[in-house]
């Protein structure tokens, strides 16, 4: 069953991360976009696939701890790292993607969330105000936390060094 549960956890990731895309297309495509119903456009592309990225976390959760438990692995470091890791990229891409564009959101006059609260949308910033919030996202700094996790991640789950 081990290598079916490993299976499982590697098609968990790459749903995450086909999912986590189209966040990841629109973030970039926003750094020069300026053109309010191209914003909101993207904006919205960016967070349609949550259900699936979630659904898709889980089941990655879902096929390392069975996996873990299968291979018995919960005695070595590299588990819990990998898994410590998990939580700090994903707690750590949440709390500056929602910062970054849930303030974009609000001054597009769509729905946002502030500190993991929605709230509807609200008026229409100015057009500068606009600027200004998608001036301060910075989709480099969230790609290097993702890709630069799941890269360790990965690199722990294949070598197992400890």
């Given at each position: 069953?081990?290598?079916w549960?490993?299976?499982?956890h590697?098609?968990g990731?790459?749903?995450?991360?086909?999912?986590?895309?189209?966040?990841?297309a629109?973030?970039?495509?926003?750094?020069?976009?300026?053109?309010?119903?191209?914003v909101?456009?993207?904006?919205?592309?960016?967070?349609?696939?949550?259900?699936?990225?979630?659904?898709s976390?889980?089941?990655?959760?879902?096929?390392?701890?069975i996996?873990?438990?299968?291979?018995?692995w919960?005695?070595?470091?590299?588990?819990?790292v990998?898994?410590?890791?998990?939580?700090?990229?994903?707690?750590?891409?949440?709390?500056?993607g929602t910062?970054?564009y849930?303030?974009?959101?609000r001054?597009?006059?769509?729905?946002?969330?502030?500190?993991?609260?929605?709230?509807?949308?609200t008026?229409?910033?100015?057009p500068?105000?606009?600027?200004?919030?998608?001036?301060?996202?910075n989709?480099?700094?969230?790609?290097?936390?993702?890709?630069?996790?799941?890269?360790?991640?990965?690199?722990?789950?294949?070598?197992?060094?400890?």
């Amino acid at each position: 069953m081990y290598p079916w549960f490993v299976y499982l956890h590697i098609l968990g990731i790459f749903g995450f991360l086909l999912a986590h895309g189209a966040s990841a297309a629109a973030a970039f495509a926003l750094r020069r976009e300026r053109n309010l119903e191209r914003v909101r456009v993207l904006l919205d592309l960016s967070t349609s696939t949550f259900g699936i990225m979630y659904a898709s976390l889980g089941i990655l959760l879902l096929g390392g701890i069975i996996s873990g438990f299968i291979g018995r692995w919960w005695g070595r470091g590299w588990i819990w790292v990998s898994l410590v890791l998990l939580i700090a990229i994903v707690a750590a891409m949440g709390s500056l993607g929602t910062r970054f564009y849930g303030e974009a959101r609000r001054a597009a006059g769509l729905p946002y969330m502030v500190g993991g609260k929605p709230f509807p949308a609200t008026g229409t910033a100015t057009p500068e105000e606009i600027d200004a919030a998608l001036s301060r996202a910075n989709p480099v700094l969230l790609t290097l936390i993702g890709f630069g996790g799941f890269a360790v991640a990965a690199w722990l789950m294949i070598f197992k060094p400890f």
